[in-house]
């Protein structure tokens, strides 16, 4: 597998479970972000966004926490399968530069 | 499908071979870049280019260099690769960097593990 998957913070989680992965922002005045997942040996692939406007937002199994106060996110995965199994790592947006700035990434171990 | 593929997938090379690694995207998207991922540090940025012929540096940006001649390609060159420029790179595009929060989601290659020795 690619080594992208070392030197990151680790969640393992029961089939079933839900998941909470969290990613701490930086930049206050950050108005748009998107949730990836890349699973070993591919590209990261959108799973859901948010706008700063919003605290919450739902897509199929998956949710999006936005805490501007404490600048946190949050995407809760609902009923965590084996497919879930990847590196996940959130985007925020810098109005200012028009620009995106990415998470290091957790990485989600199912187990069966 | 529409996708953004990227060759070579794995290289490895010497130091001071040139070389230059293709991004080619079939949804006619405006906005291409290339980002470099390495352990611990996420994907940072190395070019982007906003439309044909306008192309700007990222964050990490040297040893590079980038070329947007047409509205589907946009290669990553490096002139003269080092070991510190082994890495996984990703190229990516969207539909535009201005406009609504859809239009701004990347669509990413696979990406192309690259050694440099």
């Known amino acids: 597998g690619e080594s992208v998957g070392l030197h990151l913070p680790t969640l393992s989680v029961q089939e079933g479970d839900n998941s909470i992965i969290n990613c701490a922002y930086s930049?206050?005045?950050?108005?748009?972000f998107i949730w990836y997942k890349q699973e070993s040996g591919k590209g990261p692939q959108f799973i859901i966004d948010?706008?700063?406007?919003?605290d919450k937002r739902q897509g199929q199994r998956v949710t999006v926490l936005l805490n501007k106060t404490v600048k946190h996110l949050s995407l809760q995965i609902a009923a965590t399968q084996p497919g879930d199994s990847a590196v996940y790592f959130c985007?925020?947006?810098?109005?200012?530069?028009?620009?995106?700035?990415f998470g290091s990434g957790t990485k989600l171990n199912v187990k069966p | 499908e529409a996708q953004v593929t990227q060759n070579p997938r794995y290289l490895i090379t010497v130091t001071g071979k040139k070389l230059t690694v293709t991004c080619s995207q079939n949804?006619?998207?405006?906005?291409m870049s290339w980002y470099r991922q390495d352990p611990g540090l996420g994907l940072r940025q190395i070019y982007y280019?906003?439309?044909?012929?306008?192309?700007d540096k990222g964050d990490v940006p040297e040893g590079y260099k980038v070329s947007r001649k047409e509205k589907r390609n946009f290669p990553l060159i490096l002139e003269s690769p080092s070991p510190n420029q082994t890495s996984l790179y990703f190229c990516?595009?969207?539909?535009?960097?201005?406009?609504?929060?859809?239009?701004?989601?990347?669509?990413f290659g696979a990406g192309s593990r690259l050694t440099v020795l």
């Open positions: 949804m006619n998207h405006e906005y």
């Open positions: 948010i706008r700063s406007n919003m």
């Open positions: 280019s906003m439309n044909v012929e306008v192309t």
């Open positions: 990516a595009s969207s539909r535009t960097r201005q406009g609504g929060a859809g239009a701004n989601v990347l669509t």
């Open positions: 930049n206050s005045a950050s108005d748009y």
């Open positions: 985007a925020e947006k810098w109005d200012n530069f028009n620009k995106f700035y």
